[in-house]
């Protein structure tokens, strides 16, 4: 007697994608059963395996990396105001290499786009802005004020 599974090895990206929705739908659930928990830890394994053989991140920062995402995935800054719940300011900033990924970010960003953590997780480098320095423009009257003691 033959057994058929509902889930198998992934081969294909059409298959990874399909079952990164059913994980999703899955983990909306509100009140899981066991057999629930079993079907995402068993999917949440299979997707992992794909992940870890096709998706090459180690080369990209996480910002490189959430780019790569957002494009494979037809995401908008806009998109990612509301996945992470932040400001278009400081999604400009997070995608300009001016402020980091927090700790919540990060889960938020792995839990959407079913990576691992560590994909954003990893040290990158980040701009710095460079000061106002008012106190030397010559032509501005308001940057040379006059200190009085009392």
């Known amino acids: 007697m ?7 090895v992934i081969t294909s990206r059409k298959q990874y994608n399909e079952y990164c929705k059913d994980i999703y739908s899955l983990l909306n659930i509100k009140n899981k ?3 629930i928990n079993e079907e995402i830890e068993l999917l949440t394994v299979l997707i992992e395996k794909w992940d870890n053989e096709h998706n090459s991140f180690s080369d990209l920062d996480p910002v490189q990396i959430l780019k790569v995402l957002m494009k494979e995935n037809n995401l908008t800054p ?5 996945i992470m719940d932040v400001t278009k ?25 079913k ?3 560590e994909a954003f997780n990893r040290h990158y480098a980040l701009k710095h802005r460079p000061a106002k320095d008012t106190m030397h ?7 040379h004020k ?4 009392v």
Not at 78 to 82: F, G, I, R, T, V
């Open 115 to 117: 990576v691992a953590q």
């Open 2 to 8: 033959e057994t058929i599974l509902k889930y198998k």
């Open 78 to 82: 806009n998109d990612l105001m509301e």
């Open 137 to 143: 423009n010559k032509n501005d009257s308001k940057s």
């Open 146 to 149: 006059k200190f009085e003691y």
């Open 89 to 113: 300011g400081m999604v400009s900033e997070i995608l300009n290499y001016y402020k980091g990924l927090s700790k919540h970010n990060i889960q938020l960003l792995a839990s959407h786009f």
């Open 33 to 35: 059963t066991k057999e």
